[in-house]
């Protein structure tokens, strides 16, 4: 079994300010994916990643498979972005994700 | 644009009701899968599903069961609600092919209370 560890649990930060949140993960997986919960529940995947790096407007994740680890960038950060980043692996069969406990982000104007 | 539709956004059952929480997505994915959210605990996978009438057990099924009749339709059923299984239930559905998965496309979730 998959572990997933995110780091940090929280984060405070000024408008404007570069935002990383690191996920780690024990066992060589398929896919990465990073995602978006806003207060209310609803989920939102940001990107899906096997290698390398993805950009889509100011986010920007990056995989190091050899090392087991991604990174989740937020460029000039906003206080819209604050919600909760949550990392998931899947592994090479049709079973389902397992998640990371999630980071909290909140970003002050 | 992929929709993943849950039927309740907010459900308050007894302890001991039979309880239905459908999902319905429309874009013909092969998985489906069914999560709760707890505090600390993260998401945790429950039940999933590769095809019409298969089913897999997650990390923690105890006390559900699923049915999926439909390709579009995954439900998850609480056989005799008890307080322990209030928790948000979300589901989620994917895409699968030639050995690469899909990108997974969430529900809004169910806000589900035992009382």
């Known amino acids: 079994k998959n572990e997933v560890e995110q780091s940090p649990q929280n984060l405070t930060a000024q408008e404007g300010e570069f935002i990383t949140i690191n996920c780690s993960y024990s066992?060589?997986?398929?896919?990465l994916h990073w995602l978006q919960q806003h207060p209310g529940g609803g989920i939102v995947s940001l990107f899906m990643?096997?290698?390398g790096k993805k950009k889509h407007g100011r986010l920007i994740a990056t995989i190091n498979i050899q090392e087991k680890h991604s990174s989740l960038h937020i460029t000039a950060s906003h206080p819209r972005d604050s919600a909760v980043y949550i990392c998931?692996?899947?592994?090479?069969?049709?079973?389902?994700?397992?998640f990371g406990k999630g980071t909290h982000l909140i970003i002050h104007p | 644009d992929v929709k993943v539709t849950q039927s309740s956004r907010y459900l308050v059952k007894r302890t001991g009701e039979k309880v239905f929480l459908e999902c319905v997505q429309d874009?013909?994915?092969?998985?489906m899968f069914w999560y709760r959210q707890d505090p600390g605990l993260g998401l945790r996978l429950i039940y999933f599903?590769?095809?019409?009438?298969m089913k897999e057990k997650g990390d923690i099924p105890e006390g559900y069961s699923v049915s999926r009749e439909k390709k579009e339709r995954f439900s998850l059923i609480l056989e005799s609600a008890s307080t322990n299984q209030t928790s948000m239930y979300l589901c989620?559905?994917?895409?699968w092919g030639g050995g690469a998965p899909g990108k997974a496309f969430f529900g809004q979730g169910t806000r589900l209370t035992v009382v």
């Open positions: 066992v060589g997986i398929s896919a």
């Open positions: 874009m013909d994915h092969e998985n």
């Open positions: 989620a559905s994917s895409l």
């Open positions: 990643l096997s290698s």
């Open positions: 998931a692996v899947r592994g090479g069969g049709a079973d389902g994700l397992t």
């Open positions: 599903s590769y095809d019409v009438k």
